[in-house]
C-alpha cells in the first residue's frame, strides 16, 4: 500500500484497514498481516508510557517509536502522527518535525485539525509528504473539550467537520481519520469526498477502520470506549500464560532438561 493506493481503493470499493503500533515486535507481527496500513500514532503516550493524554507525545518519542516500527514493519505502509502543536509553529518547524518522521522511517505524517494551519499541510504536501487528515474528536485537543467527547452531534459542529474534510481533500492530503462522530455524519461525508474516510468511533460508513493495537487485541481493560471491540480476550490469554510460567518456575519444572544446555 501507499497513498495513492489508499485513494485507488476508495475509487474500487475496496475497504482500508488500520491498526496502530509503537513497537518492533508488534510492527514484525502486523506486517505479516493482511492489514493495509501502520499508525505510529501519539497515543503511544498512553498506551505506552501511561500519560493521561496525547499532549506528552513530544518529537522525540514520537522519532523513536517511529524507528523501532519501521525495522519491524517490512515495508508496510507507515503514518506517523506529528506531535502536538508541531504543526502550530510555522512551515520552518512543521517541516523540521515532519523531517524526523520521514526520515526515522514514516510514509506519510499525519496531522490534526486543518482550521489555521491549511498553508502547512499544503507545503508538506508540495514537499512530497503525503498528509493524512484527523478531524472530529482530536486528542490533542482534549482540555479544550474538557475531555473525550463524541464531536459532530449538533448541525453547526457536524457542518464545521464536514467542511474541513473538504478543506483537507483540496490540500491535498490522501486521507483522513474521523474520530467519534455520529455515524450518519461519518457516512456522509465519506459518500462526499473522494479520499479514504478512516473512521474510528464513527461507524461502518466510513472507508475503512483503525484501532489501537492493544484495544484490538483487548490487552488493555483500563479504558474500554465503545467501538473498541476486542477481537481477542488478550489479557486473559496473557494472565493465563503468565500464571502457567509461574505455576512452573514453582513446580520445577521449568526449565526441562532439554531447555538446559550440557
Ligand atoms: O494516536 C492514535 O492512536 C490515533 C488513532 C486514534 C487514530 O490517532
Known amino acids: 500500500m501507499s497513498s495513492t493506493e489508499f485513494i485507488r481503493a476508495k475509487a474500487e470499493g475496496r475497504k482500508l484497514s488500520m491498526v496502530t503500533c ?39 518519542l514520537m522519532r523513536l517509536h517511529t524507528e523501532a516500527v519501521s525495522r519491524g514493519a517490512n515495508g508496510k505502509f507507515l503514518v506517523a502522527d506529528m506531535p502536538f502543536l508541531s504543526f502550530r509553529k510555522g512551515y ?8 524526523i518522521l520521514m526520515t526515522a522511517g514514516a510514509h506519510a505524517v499525519k496531522l490534526e ?3 489555521g494551519h491549511e498553508d502547512v ?3 508538506l504536501v508540495q514537499s512530497g509528504i503525503p ?38 481533500q483540496e490540500l491535498g492530503a490522501f486521507a483522513i481519520v474521523l474520530e467519534c462522530v455520529p455515524a450518519n455524519l461519518a457516512r456522509e461525508i465519506s459518500e462526499c469526498i473522494r479520499i479514504p474516510i478512516i473512521g474510528i468511533g464513527a461507524g461502518v460508513g466510513c472507508d475503512g477502520q483503525i484501532l489501537v493495537l492493544q484495544d484490538l487485541l483487548g490487552i488493555n481493560t483500563d479504558f474500554r470506549p465503545k467501538f473498541a471491540r476486542p477481537f481477542l480476550d488478550g489479557a486473559r490469554c496473557v494472565l493465563d500464560t ?4 509461574d505455576d512452573a518456575v514453582k513446580a520445577g519444572t521449568f526449565p526441562a532438561g532439554e531447555e538446559s544446555y550440557s
Open 22 to 60: 509503537y513497537d518492533y515486535t508488534f510492527a514484525r507481527l502486523v506486517s505479516k498481516s493482511a492489514i493495509d496500513g501502520i499508525l505510529v500514532g501519539d497515543s503511544a503516550a498512553m498506551v505506552m508510557h501511561g500519560h493521561s493524554s496525547t499532549v506528552t507525545a513530544n518529537q522525540e
Open 92 to 99: 520552518a518547524a512543521a517541516l523540521d518535525s515532519a523531517s
Open 113 to 115: 485539525g486543518v482550521d
Open 121 to 123: 499541510v499544503q507545503r
Open 131 to 168: 498528509v493524512m487528515g484527523h478531524l472530529g474528536l482530536q486528542p490533542q485537543s482534549v482540555h479544550a473539550y474538557g475531555g473525550f467527547r463524541v464531536q459532530g452531534r449538533n448541525e453547526e459542529s457536524a457542518r464545521t467537520i464536514a467542511r474541513q474534510a473538504a478543506t483537507l
Open 242 to 245: 503468565l500464571g502457567r510460567f
